[in-house]
C-alpha cells in the first residue's frame, strides 16, 4: 500500500497469531513511522530511524503529539520481531519485521485483519534521530487479507475540517442562538437570529458527522475508548438535533397556529432541556475531539471559548436578576411598589390616541400606565401567539400579576420578574394619571399612594365597600369627566414571605348608600368626608388580596397606585351601548348609570343595555338600585339582571341578539376572564366589529 509519496507498507497476515509487515520510505537520514490510530493519542506505533548505514526498529506507544516513548520505557515490551532488510541499494529504509496481532501487552493495539480501522503516520528526512516528524497524516485502513478487502483512505485534512466546524457550531453559533432567546425575547430579531444559527449549527453537525461516519465506518473493537466516546456522544448529538429541529419547528407552529398551551408548554420544555443538553454535549465534545486530535490551537481555542460562553452567561444573567428584576431597574421598582416614579423616558400618550392607533392596525396593549407595541412579540410570548393577539388595546396588568388568565380554562400566571423586565423594552409610550381625578396634597407619587383604611360596609355575605383615606391625596368627590369612568387602581401588599402581591380594583365616584336614599330605597346614610377612595371587593377563599383587605382594621395602610386604565372610553352621553358585568365587573356601571341619570340631557340619544350577571341574587349587590333605575330612567337603560334562578336567562343569547339589531355604538364587557372571553367571542360571531368592544 502506498501511503504517501515518500512511505509504502505491505503485510501478510501469516496465520491467525503473526503479521509480517515490511515498511519502504524513501528515507536516508530520519526515520519513518506507522501508528495503528488515527491520532498520536495513545496509539501503538512502530518506527524505523535510519542513520544512513543501520536501521533501528522499535516498538513505540504515543500518549499525546509529544515525542512517543518505546513501550520498553513505558513498561511494556518490544513485540516487534526483526526479519531482514534495513538499508537498501539506493540508501532508502527497507526493513521487514513481525509481530503477534495480539500481543498481550497493554502498550500495543490488537491488529484485527479485515476489519475497517485507522492508521496513522509521520516521517522525517535529513535530520538523525526520533525527532518532530516533517510530515503526517491519518487514514481509514483494512489489514487486508486478499486484495478485495483492502481499504486505504487519506484523511486529507478532514478531521481537522469536522473539528473546525463542530467548533464554529457548537462553539459560536449555538452559544449565541441560545443566547439570544434566553436574553433579547424582546426584540424584533432574536427569532431569525435563534432560527438560523441553530438550524446552521444543526446541519454542520449532520453533515460534517456523517461525512466522518462514511469514512470511518469501523467496528467498535478498532476504536480506542476516548475515540468510542467522542464518536457516540457525536452520534448521540447527531440524532438529538434532528429532534430539536423538529422540536422548535412545532414549538413555533404551536405558539403561532395553535391555542393549545398544555402541548405548547410541553414542546418548549422539551425544546429547551434537548436544546441545553445539546449545547453542552457539543462543547464537550468539541474539546474532546481537539484532545484526541491532538491540536494545540484547537485546544487553546476551546478553552477560550468555555470561558468566554461561561463569562457571558454568567454576566448577563446577573445584568438580568440583578439590574434588569432588581432594584436598580425603576420600572421593577415601580412594580415592586418600592420607591421612585418612573423616570418619563417614553412619549406621552393618552389612551384615545392608543386606542385610536390599535384601530387602525397597531399592535399595542396597556400595561398600567405604558403603552407597549407587542408588534414582534407575538413569536417570543411563551403562551403563545393568540394571548397577545386577541389583547391589543387591552390592558394586560391583570394577566401579569396573576389575578386573570386568558379564557376561562387557563389558570392564572404570575409572570416572572423577567417577563415584567420586557415591558421597559416594549414600552413606547406613558400615559399620565388623568388630572384632578387624584388630587396632590403633597409631592408624592401616584404609583406609590398610601391610604389607610376608614371603614368598610358589608353588601352582602362575602362583598365588602371600603373607604380608604391618604394624607397626601384626596379623589375627587364626583366624576367630572366621562373619560374617568371605569378606570381601576391596583393595590398592592407585601407579604411576610416578601411575595409582592398585586390586583386591580375598579375605582367608584358613586357611594351606593348616598344614591339608594336618593332613589327613596334608604331612609338615612352615613355622611364619609371627602376625598375618599372606595372599592367594591369580594372575598374569594384563599384569595390573598381579597382576605388581606378584609382583615385590616380601621389606620392600617395599603398602596394604590393609579388611577389606571382605558376604562369605558365614552366620550359623550350618546350612542346604543350593551355593557356586560359579571360579579364585581358591576362596579365600573354603576358610575355610568348615576351619571347618565344626574347628567343626561332630555332628548340625548344615549341608550345603555346592562346585562348583570351573579351566581344568586344573595351574591349580588346594588341589584335593588338598578332595578329602580330601571323604573326612573327606562327610556335610557334597559337592565337585565341574571342570576341563576332568573328566568332570562334560557333567554339571554336571544335577548342580546335582540339588542344587537339596532346598531351597538360600543360594548363594555367586564367580568372574569372566562367570562369576558365567552362575551367578546359572541358579540364578535353575532357581528359587532371587534374594535367596538372594550374588554376591562
Ligand atoms: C381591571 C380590573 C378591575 C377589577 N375590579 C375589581 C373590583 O372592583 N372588585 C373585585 O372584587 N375584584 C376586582 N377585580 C379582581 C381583583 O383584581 C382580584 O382578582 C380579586 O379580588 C381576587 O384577588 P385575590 O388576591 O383575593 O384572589 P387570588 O389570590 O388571586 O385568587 C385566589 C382564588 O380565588 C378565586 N378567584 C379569584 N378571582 C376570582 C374570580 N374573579 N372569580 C372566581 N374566583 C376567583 C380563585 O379560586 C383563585 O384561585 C378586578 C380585576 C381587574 C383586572
Known amino acids: 500500500q502506498n501511503i504517501n509519496s515518500v512511505m509504502t507498507m505491505s503485510w501478510t497476515i501469516e496465520d491467525s497469531t503473526w503479521i509480517q509487515i515490511r515498511l519502504q520510505c524513501k528515507i536516508k537520514l530520519g526515520y519513518c513511522s506507522i501508528g495503528l490510530s488515527s491520532t498520536m493519542t495513545n496509539c501503538d506505533m512502530f518506527a524505523a530511524i535510519t542513520d544512513g548505514k543501520f536501521v533501528t526498529l522499535t516498538d513505540y506507544w504515543a500518549t499525546s503529539h509529544d515525542t512517543p516513548k518505546s513501550d520498553k520505557i513505558e513498561g511494556g515490551n518490544e513485540d516487534l520481531v526483526y526479519n531482514y532488510g534495513g538499508v537498501d541499494s539506493l540508501g532508502y529504509i527497507d526493513i521487514t519485521f513481525k509481530r503477534k496481532l495480539s500481543t498481550g501487552d497493554s502498550f500495543d493495539q490488537v491488529i484485527n485483519p479485515d476489519i475497517r480501522g485507522d492508521i496513522c503516520w509521520g516521517y522525517r528526512n535529513n535530520r538523525a534521530g526520533w525527532t518532530e516528524h516533517s510530515d503526517y497524516g491519518s487514514a481509514g485502513f483494512v489489514w487486508a487479507t486478499t486484495s478485495a478487502n483492502a481499504f486505504f483512505k487519506a484523511s486529507n485534512g478532514s478531521k481537522e475540517d469536522h473539528g473546525i466546524a463542530m467548533s464554529v457550531a457548537w462553539g459560536a453559533l449555538a452559544v449565541v442562538g441560545i443566547f439570544v432567546c434566553r436574553y433579547f425575547k424582546y426584540t424584533a430579531w432574536w427569532f431569525y437570529i435563534h432560527m438560523s444559527f441553530l438550524l446552521t449549527a444543526s446541519l454542520i453537525t449532520i453533515i460534517s458527522s456523517s461525512q466522518l461516519y462514511k469514512d470511518d465506518a469501523y467496528s467498535v473493537e478498532n476504536i480506542e475508548d476516548d475515540t468510542n466516546v467522542h464518536s457516540r456522544l457525536g452520534m448521540l448529538m447527531s440524532s438529538l438535533v434532528i429532534g430539536e429541529c423538529v422540536f422548535g419547528f412545532l414549538t413555533s407552529y404551536f405558539k403561532i397556529f395553535t391555542e393549545n398551551v398544555q402541548v405548547m408548554t410541553l414542546i418548549t420544555r422539551a425544546h429547551k432541556i434537548v436544546g441545553y443538553t445539546l449545547l453542552i454535549c457539543g462543547l464537550i465534545n468539541c474539546w474532546k475531539g481537539w484532545v484526541l486530535y491532538g491540536d494545540n490551537t484547537g485546544k487553546s481555542l476551546m478553552i477560550f471559548c468555555f470561558a468566554l460562553t461561561?463569562?457571558?452567561?454568567?454576566?448577563?444573567?446577573?445584568?438580568?436578576?440583578?439590574?434588569?428584576?432588581?432594584?436598580?431597574?425603576?420600572?421593577?421598582?415601580?412594580?415592586?411598589?418600592?420607591?421612585?416614579e418612573v423616570p418619563g423616558k417614553y412619549k406621552k400618550m393618552s389612551h384615545m390616541k392608543a386606542i385610536a392607533l390599535v384601530r387602525k392596525g397597531k399592535k399595542l396593549m396597556f400595561y398600567d400606565d405604558l403603552v407597549i407595541d407587542v408588534g414582534h412579540f407575538y413569536l417570543s410570548h411563551p403562551g403563545g401567539s393568540f394571548m397577545i393577539s386577541k389583547c391589543y388595546g387591552e390592558d394586560v396588568g391583570k394577566y401579569m400579576v396573576g389575578c386573570s388568565s386568558y379564557g376561562g380554562n387557563l389558570?392564572?400566571?404570575?409572570?416572572?420578574?423577567?417577563?415584567?423586565?420586557?415591558?421597559?423594552?416594549?414600552?413606547?409610550?406613558?400615559?399620565?394619571?388623568?388630572?384632578?381625578?387624584?388630587?396632590?396634597?403633597?409631592?408624592?407619587?401616584?404609583?406609590?399612594?398610601i391610604f389607610q383604611l376608614v371603614f368598610e360596609k358589608p353588601l352582602n355575605d362575602h362583598t365588602f365597600l371600603a373607604y380608604f383615606k391618604s394624607d397626601d391625596f384626596k379623589m375627587a368627590n364626583s366624576c367630572s369627566n366621562l373619560l374617568w369612568i371605569g378606570k381601576h387602581f391596583m393595590v398592592c401588599y407585601k407579604t411576610k414571605f416578601h411575595e409582592i402581591i398585586r390586583r386591580y380594583y375598579s375605582s367608584i365616584f358613586v357611594d351606593i348608600n348616598k344614591w339608594a336614599y336618593e332613589l327613596g330605597i334608604l331612609d338615612n346614610f352615613q355622611k364619609t368626608e371627602d376625598g375618599l377612595v372606595k372599592i367594591i371587593f369580594k372575598v374569594y377563599p384563599g384569595g390573598k388580596m381579597t382576605n388581606y383587605l378584609n382583615n385590616l382594621n380601621a389606620g392600617d395602610k395599603i398602596i394604590f397606585k393609579g388611577p389606571l386604565g382605558p376604562g369605558l372610553q365614552l366620550k359623550s352621553l350618546e350612542g346604543n351601548y350593551l355593557a356586560f358585568a359579571g360579579g364585581t365587573g358591576l362596579v365600573p356601571f354603576l358610575d355610568l348609570v348615576y351619571i347618565a341619570w344626574k347628567n343626561l340631557p332630555d332628548g340625548n340619544d344615549f341608550f345603555l343595555t346592562l346585562f348583570v350577571s351573579f351566581k344568586t341574587r344573595k351574591d349580588g349587590f346594588a341589584l335593588n338600585i338598578l332595578e329602580e333605575m330601571q323604573e326612573v330612567g327606562g327610556k335610557w337603560l334597559k337592565v337585565y339582571i341574571i342570576t341563576d334562578e332568573s328566568k332570562d336567562k334560557e333567554f339571554l343569547s336571544d335577548i342580546i341578539v335582540e339588542t344587537m339589531k339596532k346598531e351597538v355604538s360600543g360594548a363594555w364587557i367586564c367580568g372574569p376572564s372566562g367570562y369576558n372571553r365567552y362575551y367578546t367571542d359572541f358579540l364578535v360571531k353575532n357581528g359587532l366589529e371587534k374594535r367596538k368592544i372594550i374588554v376591562m
Open 411 to 449: 389558570l392564572p400566571y404570575t409572570h416572572s420578574l423577567k417577563a415584567f423586565s420586557y415591558l421597559s423594552n416594549l414600552a413606547i409610550g406613558r400615559i399620565k394619571y388623568p388630572k384632578n381625578y387624584i388630587i396632590p396634597i403633597t409631592e408624592k407619587p401616584q404609583n406609590l399612594m
Open 310 to 340: 461561561g463569562a457571558i452567561f454568567m454576566l448577563f444573567e446577573a445584568y438580568q436578576i440583578f439590574v434588569r428584576n432588581g432594584r436598580r431597574n425603576p420600572l421593577a421598582l415601580k412594580i415592586s411598589c418600592t420607591e421612585n
